[in-house]
C-alpha cells in the first residue's frame, strides 16, 4: 500500500509540473478547512478535529484535483476517529465544458470504519447541468477497482477486491456573495455483491467574512455496508481559500 501512495504522490508532482507550463490562462485555487467540536460536561469530555486540504489547477480544457483530510477524535480518553483520506483526479472537458472525462485514485484509512487500507482507481465521465458563476450543479459516474483491508465484526481481516460503479451529485450555491451552501455525495455500489454499498456525503454552510475567509458548518456521513459501520460528523470552524 505505501507503494501505492508513493506513486499517487509521483503523479501528482508530476502533473503539477507540466501543468505549469500553461499559459496565463490557467488558474490556481487552494483551501484549507479545519472545523471541529469540543463537548465538556461533568460526566465526561469528547472532541472532534477535521482538517481538510484542496488544490485545484485549471486550464480552458483540462484540470487537476489534489485534496487530502484528516479527521481525529477522542470520548473520555478512549479515540473514536483516527481517519486518513486523500484523492487525486483530473477532467478532460470538451469544447463547451459540459461534458467531460475523469479518473481518480484515492486512499483512505478510517478507525471509524475499520478501514485498514483501501484504494480505489478509476475512470468515468461527467456533465455540468448547471454551470453559471453562482450556481453549479454536476452529476458523474465511472467505474473503480478497489483493494481493500478491513477488519469485519471489529477484528477478523477482510482483504479483498472489487469492482464498483461510483455515482456522484457535487453543487455549489453563492447566495449573493455572501453565503455558500456546498456538497458533494456518492454512491458506490459493488458489481459483484449488491449488499456491498459505500455512502459518502460531505454538505456544508459557509458565510464569508473576508473574500478568502468563511465561517463554516459541515455535516459529514460516511456508511460501509461490508464493515457495518457508519459515522456522522457534524463540525463548524473555518475555512480559507483562495484563487490566483
Avoid at 178 to 203: A, C, H, M, P, R
Avoid at 210 to 239: F, M
Wanted: some cysteine; charged content about 20%.
Amino acid at each position: 500500500m505505501m507503494n501505492r501512495i508513493v506513486a499517487l504522490l509521483a503523479v501528482l508532482c508530476c502533473s503539477l509540473s507540466c501543468l505549469a507550463q500553461f499559459s496565463d490562462s490557467t488558474y490556481y485555487f487552494l483551501k484549507y478547512a479545519s472545523t471541529g467540536s469540543i463537548n465538556h460536561t461533568k460526566d465526561g469530555n469528547s472532541y472532534l478535529l477535521n482538517n481538510a486540504f484542496a488544490f485545484k489547477i485549471s486550464k480552458e480544457k483540462v484540470s487537476l484535483n489534489a485534496s487530502a483530510s484528516y479527521v481525529y477524535g477522542k470520548q473520555d480518553h478512549n479515540p473514536t476517529n483516527d481517519d486518513l483520506s486523500a484523492a487525486l483526479d483530473f477532467n478532460l472537458y470538451n469544447d463547451n465544458r459540459k461534458f467531460y472525462y475523469w479518473g481518480l485514485a484515492n486512499y483512505d484509512k478510517s478507525l471509524s470504519l475499520k478501514i485498514n487500507n483501501r484504494f480505489q482507481g478509476g475512470l468515468g465521465v461527467g456533465y455540468d447541468v448547471i454551470h453559471r458563476p453562482n450556481a453549479t450543479l454536476n452529476l458523474s459516474n465511472g467505474i473503480l477497482f478497489e483493494n481493500s483491508d478491513l477488519f469485519l465484526k471489529d477484528t477478523i481481516p477482510d482483504v479483498y477486491h472489487t469492482f464498483r460503479n461510483s455515482f456522484r451529485v457535487m453543487y455549489k450555491w453563492v447566495i449573493r456573495d455572501i453565503v455558500v451552501v456546498e456538497g458533494s455525495n456518492y454512491l458506490q455500489n459493488s458489481l459483484s455483491n449488491g449488499s456491498d454499498i459505500i455512502i459518502k456525503t460531505s454538505n456544508s454552510l459557509s458565510l464569508k467574512l473576508r473574500s478568502w475567509l468563511l465561517l463554516t458548518a459541515a455535516v459529514t456521513y460516511n456508511k460501509l455496508n461490508r464493515t457495518d459501520r457508519e459515522n456522522l460528523l457534524i463540525t463548524y470552524g473555518i475555512t480559507m481559500e483562495k484563487y490566483f
